[in-house]
């Protein structure tokens, strides 16, 4: 797992950018909460690309400071589980954006860094070598318990290159983007790796949802086609109305992760199963149709159920 340290730490990334309007004109709107970030990683030696997924939620302090929480997420639904990993704090000093990374393997407490400054005028280089921040950032041992969430090829080229200083930008600028901005560029095309906002939410409003990612918001099952096939499903899920209960069987696949969402993709239920046989109470649920999520190292199976109105 050190190679995997030292790749996020010598992969040099180019942060893409687009331009969300809501985002672009409010300036300083950099996220509180309710956020996720897909970073796009380059294995030079593999040639491949790796994907990684970051959601912020909720708050703490640290030494009388209020972050907010940022996670290592196992999907792109914000709803965080024993399989997210918090991994830092990231908190707002006037046009001043800054992340404390969490204690490393070490127990040794690591220094906030800066992330963005919404008055940089565009001129300004800040030169690091290394980016000291992002290197104590890179020694968590949270990179070390996960998995990328997808893979895609990248076609072979004897030629790259890349840079090995970043710029400190305001997110009005450059579309509320997450981590620093370095550039990696592998070939001519112009190709290189870095990260998006893909969906951002304040308070009840979402200000932004990239296309194809209706699941941040614990919209996905929802969304998502329930399949009727029986072959690769995780486990078997029966509700009797009898006894008003869920029974769960799964054999080889624990521990699995179980979701339940109403209609209106609230999630009502989520807990880990851990034994291949569990007994679920349904008695204080209303009435209504419940969809069910079951996951298991990036499989999932969705069902449902009705319960008779009252």
């Known amino acids: 797992m050190k190679t995997h340290l ?8 180019l942060l893409q950018g687009y331009a969300p309007t809501a985002l ?6 950099f996220p509180k909460s ?9 294995d030079v030696d593999q040639w491949k690309g790796e994907q990684y997924v970051y959601g912020l939620l909720g708050d703490t302090i640290v030494n009388d400071m209020e972050y907010q929480k940022l996670y290592l997420l196992n999907d792109t639904i914000l709803t965080i589980d024993s399989r997210d990993i918090y991994v830092g704090g990231i908190r707002q000093d006037g046009t ?15 220094d906030e860094f800066l992330m963005f400054d919404f008055n940089w005028d565009g001129t300004e280089l800040i030169i690091k070598k290394p980016p000291m921040g992002w290197y104590n950032f890179a020694k968590q041992p949270t990179f070390e318990n996960v998995a990328p969430i997808e893979y895609w090829d990248i076609d072979y080229s004897d030629f790259y290159y890349y840079y090995y200083y970043y710029l400190v930008e ?4 450059t579309s509320g983007l997450f981590f620093m901005p370095f550039e990696f560029i592998l070939d001519n095309s112009g190709r290189g790796q870095g990260g998006r906002l893909i969906c951002m939410k304040q308070g009840d409003e979402i200000k932004y949802l990239s296309e194809g990612c209706a699941s941040c918001f614990e919209t996905e099952p929802i969304s998502s086609s329930i399949s009727e096939s029986k072959k690769d499903n995780i486990a078997h899920v029966l509700y009797t109305p ?8 799964i054999e080889s696949k624990i521990p699995a992760l179980f ?4 209609v209106n993709g609230r999630q009502v ?4 199963l851990n034994e291949t046989t569990t007994t679920v109470n349904a008695y204080n649920l209303p009435g209504g149709v419940y969809i069910y999520r079951i996951s298991n190292i990036g499989t999932h199976q969705y069902g449902k159920f009705i319960k008779k109105m009252i």
């Open 259 to 262: 979701q339940l969402y109403d």
């Open 96 to 110: 001043k954006v800054y992340i404390k990374p969490a204690d490393n393997k070490n127990q040794e407490e690591l």
């Open 34 to 42: 309710d956020a996720i970030w897909v970073i796009h990683l380059f």
């Open 242 to 249: 009898a006894n008003d209960a869920v029974q769960i069987n």
């Open 269 to 272: 239920m989520d807990f880990e």
């Open 24 to 29: 672009a004109n409010e300036g300083d709107a």
């Open 6 to 13: 030292l790749k996020l730490f010598v992969c040099i990334f």
């Open 170 to 173: 305001g997110t009005g600028a």
